[in-house]
Every structure is written in structure tokens, then in C-alpha cells.
């Protein structure tokens, strides 16, 4: 028999939900009324310059933290690769919102340990490289948790069909920047990745805990996203891929 | 030691911390059976990000105007406030 979340379960899921859109809105609204100087902020389709501005202005008194207190920005990539396991932990345990929750943690971890990096040693080759393999552990264990979570289904397949497309979308940027060609176009890159894979799994879980009357698969909005990460995570690893062949022609012609 | 920071930015710390653990704590009191677990840590998280709204209440107004502009229809911060 399947399991039926309590009246309390319900309740303390909408409560939740409620919370986070409402902390979400009033926090965007007071950003909004404020004058902002966005140009050094790079917005995509996904996430505009708008929103990015206001994530990074929420996260500035913790870089500021880590920065005053000479915080090496190896130990936040490190401390992104434990953040990393207990997402995989969660997801293997079926706890889909903790784990969501979780790899939003490290994906702001991500953005941190870079601008920690910049300001500090002004961004050294060790960093880079260190950070570079930590994203790539960071991005597989996540599909590995969510491979776990859908085992026993033929959501399985979707999960490695997006786990391949995230791993090209860098594979391909790597490459065409070691022939020398620059490669950042791309609907979707690794924030915006985090953001869908985050927030889906965050309300997902939350809708499942919500309405356990509701006649549709289990953790149908998880399933949406994942599907919805492999499409988009693989159009994007071809748009990059005809891209570097256009650059790396132009080249050869000329 | 690395010099004291601004109150304002410890605050505004606390707000964003808070909202993290409080987070991951509701997340275990409603997916585990570590349910008081959970949510002693969403409790402390909850008491985290209230600490730094009631630091921000006084010391910071809600409206930064732009420069030279109407300066008097931003909120100010009471005349007791350090």
C-alpha cells in the first residue's frame, strides 16, 4: 500500500510552500524598489540579469564573511563536494525536497567559492582547475542520487539522458576552449541547471506531500523537471557544438 | 582577527543562514523520521533569520532613494536608533 501523508504532513508542506514563495516575493519586491547597476551582471533566457543581481546581492554579506576571514576558497569547493554526497544521501533516501534544498546550497557554494577566488588571490590556475572537477563530481552525483530515487523506473533513462547532456554542455565548452575557440552560448548552463533541478525538486516534493489525492504518477513535477533538464541540457550541448564548429570553420577559411 | 563587520551585513548573514537551515531542518522534520530533529533545526534556522529582521528594523530603511532624488519619502530609522 502506498504511502499517505497525514492531514499534519499536508498542512506543514503547504506552510512551507507558502513561506518560500512568500520570503521569495517580499525579497524581490524590496530589490525591486532599490536602484540597481546590473551591467557587470550576465542574464540569460533563464535567469535574467535581474534575478541573478538580486541572488548575488543576498549572498554578498556571506562572501563578505568568507573574505574577511581569509576563508581559502579550495575549502568552500571542498565543502561543496560534502554538500555534493548528502544531496546523492537524500535523494537515495527519498528525501526529494531536502535534497533539492540541498543542491541549491551547493550550487551557491559554487557561485561563492569563485567570487571568494577573485577578490582574494585574483583567481589562480590551482583554483580553476580544482573548482572545474569539483562542479563535474558535484553535477554526477547529483544524477547519481536521482538515478538511485528512480531505479525502479523508466524515469531511469531519462535521468542518464540528462546526465549526458550536462556532461557534454561542459565536455564541449573544455575542448572548444582548448583549441582556443570561446564557448559560453548555451539556453542551458550550470546555474540555471541548478535552478530547475533545485526549485523542481523543492516543489515537487512539496506538491507531493500536498496532494496525495491527486490521481498522477509519484512526483510528477520532479519527473517534469528531469524530463524537461535532459531536453534542454542536451539542446544545449548541440547549440554549443554547432556553434565551436562555425568559430573553428571561420577559422580554417581564413 | 579580521576587523568587526558592519552591522548591518552581520544581519542581513544571519537572515540568509537562517533561511538555509531552517530550510534543510523542515526538510528533515517532514521526509525522515528524525521529526523533532528537524525541527529543532528548522526552529533555530526560523530563530536565526528573526534575529536578523529585528536587527534590520531600526538601522535600515526600507526605501534607498536614488541619488538626488526625493530623499524625504524613504522611511527613516527611528531617532532612538544608534
Given at each position: 500500500m502506498d504511502y499517505y501523508p497525514s492531514i499534519l504532513e499536508q498542512a506543514f508542506a503547504l506552510a512551507l510552500l507558502v513561506f518560500i514563495l512568500g520570503t521569495a516575493v517580499v525579497s524581490i519586491r524590496a530589490y525591486l524598489q532599490r536602484p540597481h547597476d546590473l551591467s557587470g551582471v550576465r542574464g540569460s533566457a533563464v535567469l535574467s540579469a535581474g534575478i541573478r543581481g538580486w541572488y548575488i546581492e543576498n549572498l554578498a554579506p556571506i562572501e563578505e564573511f568568507f573574505v574577511r576571514w581569509r576563508v581559502a576558497p579550495a575549502y568552500l569547493s571542498y565543502a561543496q563536494l560534502v554538500g555534493s554526497v548528502l544531496v546523492t544521501v537524500c535523494y537515495a533516501c527519498g528525501m526529494v525536497f531536502t535534497a533539492g534544498w540541498l543542491l541549491l546550497c551547493t550550487g551557491t557554494l559554487d557561485i561563492i567559492d569563485g567570487r571568494v577566488a577573485r577578490r582574494t588571490q585574483g583567481g589562480s590556475a590551482r583554483g580553476a582547475f580544482l573548482d572545474s572537477v569539483v562542479d563535474r563530481y558535484a553535477d554526477s552525483l547529483a544524477y547519481l542520487g536521482l538515478a538511485i530515487f528512480f531505479r525502479?523506473?523508466?524515469?531511469l533513462w531519462v535521468v542518464l539522458f540528462a546526465f549526458l547532456g550536462t556532461l557534454m554542455v561542459s565536455y564541449v565548452r573544455a575542448r572548444a576552449e582548448a583549441l582556443g575557440a570561446e564557448c559560453k552560448v548555451g539556453l542551458l548552463q550550470r546555474p540555471e541547471r541548478y535552478v530547475i533541478l533545485g526549485f523542481g525538486c523543492v516543489f515537487g516534493a512539496l506538491v507531493e506531500h500536498m496532494t496525495p489525492?491527486?490521481?498522477?504518477?509519484?512526483?510528477w513535477l520532479v519527473i517534469l523537471t528531469v524530463v524537461v533538464l535532459a531536453a534542454l541540457s542536451n539542446a544545449s550541448a548541440v547549440q554549443r557544438v554547432v556553434h565551436v564548429l562555425g568559430v573553428l570553420g571561420e577559422r580554417s577559411d581564413a | 582577527m579580521p576587523d568587526p563587520a558592519p552591522p548591518e551585513l552581520v544581519s542581513r548573514a544571519k537572515r540568509v543562514i537562517g533561511m538555509f537551515v531552517a530550510m534543510v531542518g523542515s526538510g528533515i522534520a517532514l521526509e525522515s523520521a528524525a521529526v523533532w530533529t528537524g525541527t529543532g533545526i528548522m526552529l533555530a534556522g526560523l530563530g536565526l533569520m528573526i534575529w536578523g529582521l529585528a536587527e534590520r528594523a531600526p538601522t535600515t530603511p526600507w526605501v534607498v532613494p536614488e541619488?538626488?532624488?526625493?530623499?524625504?519619502?524613504a522611511p527613516r530609522a527611528p531617532e532612538s536608533a544608534p
Open positions: 525502479s523506473s523508466w524515469m489525492w491527486l490521481h498522477a504518477p509519484h512526483y | 541619488p538626488g532624488g526625493d530623499v524625504s519619502a
